[in-house]
């Protein structure tokens, strides 16, 4: 499968499962946040058929996850938790967080089609260059900047959840501690 089709079928599932599930006024649960985190575990697998190794292919690899986790941050910090009255932890995904996911998703798509047919050259140029193996390098690298990604935001949504959860409780049981102030 070519590197296109296959950053279009993964761009697409990812994105299709985020703003299914994060955009608008929504109730943080486990389930919602498990949801993203199985498309990218069924989708990584069907794509990834080897792990190239030689030269500087790990190192681009894993500039692939550490762009994701940088995007990640930055869509979690456009989904913010909050407590409703009726008790309930919900985000609120805007417009904002549906462009950061859409941007990337459609950048990943454009670099994996310009590479088969507008640059295709110069990335292989490149890949000679700075001692890349090839296609699977490059389709790792984008597919681990999605895993990434959707790691990221979803460990961001764990912790604010948790974070929100124990403030109620310290709440409710008369736990809560009063920052002191200096005179």
């Known amino acids: 499968m070519s590197q296109f089709l296959t ?13 299914a599930t994060d955009l608008g006024r929504r109730r943080l649960t486990t389930a ?13 697998p069907l794509f990834v058929h080897s792990f190239p190794t030689t030269g ?5 690899q894993l ?3 550490g762009a994701g986790v940088i995007a990640g941050l930055v869509a979690a910090a456009l989904l913010p938790a909050r407590r409703d009255g009726d ?7 805007g417009v904002g967080y549906a462009l950061v996911w859409i941007i990337l998703s459609a950048a990943r798509v454009l670099f994996a089609y310009g590479s088969e047919h507008w640059f295709g050259e110069g990335i292989i140029r490149f890949s000679i260059d700075n001692k890349l193996s090839g296609q699977d390098v490059y389709a790792n690298a984008l597919l681990f900047m ?3 990604m959707v790691l990221t935001r979803t460990t961001v949504l764990v912790s604010r959840r948790q974070r929100l959860r124990t403030d109620q409780a310290g709440v409710r049981d008369g736990l809560l501690e009063v920052p002191l102030t200096r005179p």
Do not use: P
């Open 56 to 60: 500087n292919d790990v190192s681009l």
């Open 32 to 44: 919602r946040m498990l949801r993203s985190v199985l498309v990218v575990v069924i989708v990584v």
């Open 7 to 19: 950053a279009l079928i993964a761009s697409v599932s990812i994105l299709a499962v985020i703003l």
């Open 146 to 148: 999605s895993l990434a």
């Open 87 to 93: 008790g309930e932890i919900r985000t609120v995904g």
């Open 63 to 65: 500039a692939g996850v």
